[in-house]
T-cell receptor, first 112, second 113 residues
């Protein structure tokens, strides 16, 4: 059973508005969470991360929120741009600090 | 340019014919890993390596082998490929720092008939 879940396969947002991508996890021992962005025919690229001891991390237009009690994290993109259209993967660092678990991805489409 | 390279990028093979997918990084990273991406399942970790001669199983290691004889290289070996190993494979590397931010290669599309 997947330990990291992204329940929305796709999301469509108008340019300039906020994009919110969600991710749920089951293992309370995960200590680090990361978001990757993937364009077609390319490998994933790192976007932003958050330690389990924090509840928010911000980097420019990207903010990740972590709710440990709910085992939920979200990625906010404000304002959304057409170049943000990609598949976004949520990932968690596992219990032995060397293994990583990824969600199934959410395809974001930002409409001009 | 800092990068992770994989070869080949595309491969079609037949069941049982041994193959190797190479992975090389030029960033002097200690950590390297292999993932497979399948529809609806995201990326799943196959094997990882903390350093030369140190490898360990990820979530889906069955049917795969790896070796880490040099720091920069981390080949993935399928000794007897089967159709259920048809997938998109990614190699990744990172420093062993507090974030484990991984750099991914461009992917290898493998089809086993």
């Amino acid at each position: 059973d997947q330990q990291v879940k992204q329940n929305s396969p796709s999301l469509s947002v108008q340019e300039g508005r906020i994009s919110i991508l969600n991710c749920d996890y089951t293992n309370s021992m995960f200590d680090y969470f990361l978001w990757y962005k993937k364009y077609p025919a390319e490998g994933p690229t790192f976007l932003i991360s958050i330690s389990s001891i924090k509840d928010k991390n911000e980097d420019g237009r990207f903010t990740v929120f972590l709710n440990k009690s709910a085992k939920h994290l979200s990625l906010h993109i404000v304002p959304s741009q057409p170049g943000d259209s990609a598949v976004y993967f949520c990932a968690a660092r596992g219990d032995n600090f060397n293994k990583f678990y990824f969600g199934s991805g959410t395809k974001l489409n930002v409409k001009p | 340019e800092a990068q992770v390279t994989q070869n080949p990028r595309y491969l079609i093979t037949v069941t049982g014919k041994k193959l190797t997918v190479t992975c090389s990084q030029n960033m002097n990273h200690e950590y390297m890993s292999w993932y497979r991406q399948d529809p609806g399942l995201g990326l799943r970790q196959i094997y990882y390596s903390m350093n030369v001669e140190v490898t360990d199983k990820g979530d889906v290691p069955e049917g795969y082998k790896v070796s880490r004889k040099e720091k920069r290289n981390f080949p993935l070996i399928l000794e007897s490929p089967s159709p259920n190993q048809t997938s998109l494979y990614f190699c990744a590397s990172s420093l062993l720092d507090s974030s484990y931010e991984q750099y991914f290669g461009p992917g290898t599309r493998l089809t086993v008939t």
